[in-house]
């Protein structure tokens, strides 16, 4: 008989203070349109089969199989299947904690691949059959196999835990952002969102700003513009038309709006995403 015994090493772990909100197992079906949206929380992302872009408000990345994405606080995204290679992916809701390199630079989103694909889909699939299931101390088994996969993407990816709190959108924050998603095309001005909320004007708009990363006349601009690549993409309606039906002043100012923005013309836009769904 062979016996091998192994001492348990103690290390200096700081408690991670985190709560999991949510779990979801999803695959795209193509059954809804892919929008840009924000959550009040972290978000982890793992996608367990597929390939696709996930999208954020300015830049894109590739991600496939293994890949994990990590999302902060009301940071816009989305994400796009590739043709015939449907996404499917895990997404966890989490409270209290995110992420920064231990090198301090770059962004908060984070892209990887694991070597072990299996234990961490495995920490996925298990939070989510005790969630389904609700059996008897699901919450502490779900809360122990969250803590192990932070720990694992901690280790594996030398990342560093950064405790946050939550920092819910204001009521009238969240409904200037309802107001300006609902009601883009109109003319819209600082007046009319403190008409709307009755704050002061700046004021609004420094709130505003704490929550989204922007101000209010720039997530407007960045909302017609959506509209706009969606109007370019899937009707012949002409660039004066699309201008004036997302809320645009003139087609001059769209144009070099959505230059700024996405790095083209919309007229170049409509050429290569035609030419990408022919």
Not at 13 to 19: A, D, S, W
Not at 29 to 46: A, G, I, N, Q
Not at 61 to 75: C, F, N, R
Not at 203 to 225: D, E, K, V, W
């Amino acid at each position: 008989m062979s016996h091998r015994q192994y001492v348990v090493q103690t290390t200096d772990v700081e408690k991670l203070n985190v709560r999991l909100l949510s779990i979801s197992f999803s695959k795209d079906e193509k059954d809804w349109r892919s929008v840009l949206h924000t959550h009040p929380f972290t978000e982890l992302f793992f996608v367990v089969a597929g390939e696709g872009k996930f999208l954020f408000r300015e830049k894109s990345y590739q991600i496939k199989t293994g890949d994990l994405v990590i999302i902060p606080p009301y940071m816009e995204h989305t994400e796009q299947s590739t043709r015939n290679m449907p996404l499917q992916y895990y997404v966890i809701g989490l409270e209290g904690i995110s992420f920064q390199p231990e090198s301090g630079k770059g962004g908060v989103q984070v892209f990887c691949n694991f070597d072990n694909l299996s234990l961490i889909s495995d920490l996925f699939a298990q939070m989510l059959y005790e969630v389904r299931n609700q059996s008897y101390g699901s919450d502490k088994i779900c809360q122990n196999l969250l803590e192990v996969l932070i720990l694992r993407i901690i280790r594996s990816q030398h990342l560093i835990p950064v405790a946050i709190s939550p920092t819910h959108m204001t009521k009238e924050c969240a409904q200037i952002k309802e107001y300006l998603d609902a009601n883009y095309a109109d003319q819209i001005t600082l007046d009319t969102l403190t008409e709307l909320t009755h704050m002061n004007k700046y004021y609004m708009a420094h709130s505003f700003a704490r929550y989204t990363g922007q101000s209010p006349i720039q997530y407007l601009n960045q909302r017609r513009l959506q509209a706009a690549c969606t109007l370019l993409e899937d009707t012949d309606h002409s660039i004066s038309s699309i201008a004036e039906s997302v809320g645009f002043s003139s087609q001059s100012y769209f144009t070099q709006a959505f230059r700024k923005k996405y790095g083209t013309t919309p007229i170049r836009y409509r050429q290569e995403n035609r030419a990408a769904t022919d």
